[in-house]
């Protein structure tokens, strides 16, 4: 009976990235998708007769595996991310709130400088800041046990006004989860790989195209010129086990054989295929426990002349949390407004939602004209909730079943719910199942 090598199950960024890898080291990888698309909840969409994401995102120079990913399929980073020294302006309705800028120095000299220099704190909130670089540096902010980030911030001396303006902003950014739930261990994680190795990991890399285009169409591309195969529209509804071995999985179709299978959905779709599945059940448990964070997109289109005094700011004192300028994917008059985690956004409607935003936007910058179009989207379950403790409850990459492995942002990455963490997981699986199929008589059981 003939074979394929190895099958991922799920065309989001981890199953694109294990295929692409699994590619490039000589395999034929067969990746399923349930969807028309791929990318996951990380694909475009149409609006306006523009070519938009499911959700804005933002890449910064630490993501190695991302760049290094994009350069395998013959996407070159420098052409692909305007790529800016990292310049954060939080704005509110009375004029600046906070502008950080990185000087052009050694890490991590440059993000002690940044702080230090901060404009629109006062220097009691710098001074904080300064020393919480410095423990950053000095790796002397704990993490024996995980706690909330709101109460590392307490328990560092940072200001009422440091966190309302810096890191409550900061911590929806990068964890999708409310400042006083999230797992300070996850943050910390993320600051060191930003801003403790090289000045250029903490720069901003604004995606000029859409992510379809980006990755997801160039991965697709790559690994069927490899030789590999992408099927979508192909929803599988069984994996077929024996005597603790995967032995392939099932669509309706019919029965796809491999010796290696790659889980690269959600957790929640990993706990339906385990359910019937004795070895799986304490996986099962582990996906079940998986809580989740929306996050809100609203797109305004402006006339063309309109635009940000940069690709990004940050929003104070209403609904909307951060703004990009979509004119960088030559989009000119685009505007993407993100609203992370709980708020009160969740209770609007739609038409609320957009005339709220669009009078906060008016209010900050009263020489605009109104806007022509608006588009929504709300992903109810767009990240896991990077709450305390999440990282005991991550699986690993080896599941109990002999070849059958797991990808996602959600498994042990030692990163919240990015496109990075879900990239490194899946060249991880990648390189397991690669090594299991050169090992075939090695047992690969946990």
Known sequence: MKR???????????GLAAATRLAGLGNRPLLLE?????????????????????GQHLF????????????????????????????????????????????????????????LGARGLTFASRRQALKFGWRLWRNRLGGETDQSLLALLQQTGQPPELIQKFWNPLCLAVMNTPLADS????????????????????????????????????????????????????????????DQQIKGVRTA????????????VPPHAVSALSQTQPALAGLQQQCDAFTYEPICTVYLQYPPRVQLPQPMLGL??????????????????????????QGEHLQLDNPQLIDRLA???????????????????????????????INAQRPDHRTAINGLWLAGDYTHTGYPATLEGAVRSGVQCATLAHQALQNPDQDASP
């Open 359 to 389: 009078q906060e936007l008016a209010t900050l910058f009263p020489d605009w004209p109104a806007h022509e179009q608006a588009y929504v989207l709300r992903e109810k379950r767009a990240t896991f909730a990077s709450r305390v403790g």
């Open 60 to 115: 910064i120079g630490a993501y190695h595996s991302t760049l290094a990913l994009l350069q395998q399929i013959g996407v070159s980073p420098e052409s692909a991310f305007e790529r800016r020294r990292l310049h954060l302006q939080v704005h509110n309705s009375r004029g600046t709130g906070l502008e950080l800028r990185a000087p052009r120095l050694p890490a991590p000299l440059h993000l002690l400088w940044a702080l």
């Open 316 to 341: 104070l004192g209403g609904l909307g949390q951060w703004v990009f300028d979509r004119g960088v994917y030559d989009q000119p008059g685009l505007l993407a407004v993100v609203l992370s985690s």
């Open 183 to 242: 797992s300070a261990a996850l943050f910390v994680n993320v600051l060191r790989d930003t801003f403790l190795h090289q000045r250029r990991d903490s720069d901003l890399l604004y995606a000029r195209h859409d992510l379809g285009t980006l990755f997801n169409e160039p991965a697709m591309e790559y690994i069927e010129q490899q030789g590999g195969e992408v099927r979508l529209g192909q929803r599988v509804s069984q994996l077929v086990i024996e």
């Open 34 to 54: 349930s969807a028309r698309q791929p990318g996951g909840r990380a694909r475009k969409v149409a609006f306006a007769g523009h070519a938009v994401d499911n």
């Open 253 to 264: 179709a019919g029965e796809l054989h491999a010796d290696q299978v790659i889980l690269a």
């Open 4 to 14: 394929d090598p190895v099958i991922i199950v799920g065309a989001g960024w981890a």
